[in-house]
């Protein structure tokens, strides 16, 4: 068992650095707005930045309250844990996918997994919303916002 001060200051320090690089690849975009409205950077930059905010107060938050936080105790290995790392290593699988396959491919590989985990057994289902997902992203994105999403390396 580990203290609730620890973890917090771990969920501290993900939240700072993946709120930072979301900034810095939004940072690749447009984020000036026009007549048609914010570029394709401006809600990812946002996005980056909340998930910083909100990682800065955790740690404030711990500061004021590490003597509790201190004592209070968390389980890491309990069943309901181990399914949060599971969708996490999906998490990170999909992120690589994306580099290998690209996104398209990578979401309709991720969509049914993530639906798996969260016990949907409807094989038809599953499809038809990764394919759904997947349509609505690159008809929103693609067409619509003109954002090109990540490509397959063996593309480039």
């Known amino acids: 068992m580990v ?6 200051f771990v969920v501290f320090l ?8 979301i900034m810095g690849a939004s940072a690749g975009f ?4 026009t007549e048609q409205g914010p570029g394709p950077g401006f809600w990812p930059f946002l996005l980056g930045l909340a998930l910083t905010v909100a990682a800065l ?5 711990t500061l004021c309250h590490r003597k509790e936080l201190t004592v209070e ?3 890491l290995g309990t069943a309901a844990n181990r399914q949060v790392y599971v969708m996490m290593a999906l998490l990170v699988l999909f992120c690589g996918l994306i580099h290998l396959i ?9 969509i049914p997994c993530i639906m798996h985990r ?6 038809k289902l599953m499809l038809f919303t990764a394919v759904g997902v ?3 992203i690159y008809l929103v994105f693609g067409q619509l916002l003109h954002t090109s999403l990540p490509s397959s390396v063996f593309l480039e």
């Open 118 to 123: 969260l016990e949907c057994r409807d094989k």
């Open 57 to 61: 107060v955790l740690a404030v938050y």
């Open 102 to 110: 690209g996104f398209y491919a990578a979401a309709v590989v991720l």
């Open 73 to 75: 105790k968390v389980i």
């Open 134 to 136: 997947t349509l609505f």
């Open 30 to 33: 447009p984020m000036e707005i």
């Open 3 to 8: 203290s609730m001060k620890l973890c917090n």
């Open 14 to 21: 993900m939240g700072v650095v993946i709120g930072g690089a």
